[in-house]
């Protein structure tokens, strides 16, 4: 029962450094998300995927790229992190892009721009 | 543009007693509203989904209604237990070609023994 993994869980980098958070979902969902949590302000949405092969920015994507591997990776990237990036990320999948589908989770990522 | 806000931002209660937390959102033309739990340092797990046609939906001690007229919801917790304290987060999903969640900013409850 993985549902969501996101590796890793834990990252600290220096301003100006590259990475990748790397979300991968065994429920054969079709949708997948990447969403930044910050105290205070919610769940902002970086970017989604509706399928396989497709891609959109959500509310909050200056920053980021992202890139659909296939049905199961969604990945995220920083090219040049920044301190205002510091933040829990979180990826999410769901079945499909209806009303009755509520997203499942994984456990996030500590991200933190020094 | 949609915003959800969530009151109050913490509450602290008694074990056994029965609570509401409140959702309100800006923008009634909603495909549904989801409430969240999240404890500390992990993700969100879903607790309950109600669709914009039905007024509740009801899981075990848990009641989420919804009137979307006035752009409301709340979840009631019964017979509240300390295994209970975590953040609860509301969640919309939009109609039209984004279809996408937005999200309160959570109620952090703690049941106190």
């Known amino acids: 029962n993985a549902g969501v993994t996101q590796t890793p869980k834990f990252q600290v980098l220096k301003t100006g450094q590259s990475m990748t958070l790397q979300c991968a979902q065994d429920?054969?969902?079709?949708?997948m998300y990447w969403y930044r949590q910050d105290p205070g302000m919610g769940l902002r949405l970086i970017y989604y995927s509706a399928s396989e092969g497709t891609t959109d920015k959500g509310e909050v994507p200056n920053g980021y790229n992202v890139s659909r591997l296939n049905k199961r990776e969604f990945s995220l990237r920083l090219e040049s992190a920044a301190p205002s990036q510091t933040s829990v990320y979180f990826c999410?999948?769901?079945?499909?892009?209806?009303?009755?589908?509520?997203?499942?989770f994984g456990a996030g990522t500590r991200l933190s721009v020094l | 543009k949609q915003e959800v806000t969530q009151i109050p931002a913490a509450l602290s209660v008694p074990e056994g007693e029965n609570l509401v937390l409140n959702c309100s959102f800006t923008?009634?033309?909603?495909?549904?509203l989801q409430w969240f739990r999240q404890d500390p340092g992990k993700g969100l797990t879903s607790l309950l989904l109600i669709q914009s046609s039905q007024r509740e939906q009801t899981s075990g001690r848990l009641n989420a209604s919804l009137d979307k007229s006035s752009g409301r919801s709340t979840l009631y917790i019964a017979a509240s237990q300390p295994g209970d304290s975590a953040t609860y987060l509301c969640?919309?999903?939009?109609?039209?070609?984004?279809?996408?969640?937005?999200f309160g900013t959570g109620t952090l409850l703690a049941v106190q023994p």
């Open positions: 429920m054969n969902h079709n949708s």
């Open positions: 923008d009634s033309a909603i495909y549904n």
């Open positions: 999410a999948s769901s079945g499909n892009w209806g009303p009755r589908d509520s997203p499942y």
């Open positions: 969640a919309v999903k939009g109609g039209g070609a984004t279809n996408k969640l937005i």
